[in-house]
């Protein structure tokens, strides 16, 4: 792909549009999984992103009780709802709404999410992050974030972005990462309004919409509310453009790929199956 002359802006188009699938995790939580196992080496250094979304409790009342994790981190982001997490490292904490659970589960977490309601709305999203392998071993680490220590920007159209990861509009985000640089920001569009954002050459990038409708590129590839667009990957940087013709939000998403082996097993993410022989016999003694 040739890098555009200085005079022209260059963008990325949508090279696919995926539909999440609907499964059941923790005990009996109802969710769509957007990106799962099948894209980690396309969306590297991204490993999962869950989708949830329900009134009932029905679909979320058995929560995520004690499971371990380790090799990656986990970005819990709560629209609406209330979830407690509780892990065998001494955090605890309640993740209310617009807030954010950061945990690098590192060499080993066992944790609990559970709701901290009886009904209402429980809705958002957990990503997961892959860990560099020099870093999959380290001391596991957590911090909860309010909605309010979320950094916030908007433009002259009035989208509102919240910015938890990255820098958007010259504000940095509430979490930076060294090694996998991601961006992750929560877009919300007034009807008629576009967005543009610079994604750094080589950087994997994708877009999730859960309410409403955008128009994605140049090409105005349509994403459909709860669809995820994968843009393509230029050799240089280049702007994702976006328009609203509908009151829309969406998670825009980046970071940078670690080219590593990827070696998943359950909760467990390394660079080599002896790794993941190793968690499993760590686990298992605990």
Known sequence: MNQPSSNSPAFREVETIISGKQTTDGVGVRLTRILSHT???RLDPFLMLDMFHSDNSEDWAGGFPDHPHRGFETITYMINGRMRHHDNAGHEGVLESGGIQWMIAGKGIIH??????????????????NLPAKD????????????HEIPEASTPENVRIKIIAGICQGIAGAIKREATQPLILDLHLPAGTHFNQPIAAGHNAFTVVYEGRLSAGTRRTVIESGKMAIWNTPSYQANVTIQAPIQSKALLISGAPLNEPIVQYGPFVMNSEQEIMQALEDFNRH
């Open 112 to 129: 609990s999410e559970m709701p901290e309601q009886q009904d209402g709305l429980m809705q958002g999203f957990q990503l997961w992050l």
């Open 39 to 41: 894209l980690q080496k």
């Open 136 to 147: 999959k071993m380290c001391m596991p680490w957590y911090q909860n974030i309010q909605s």
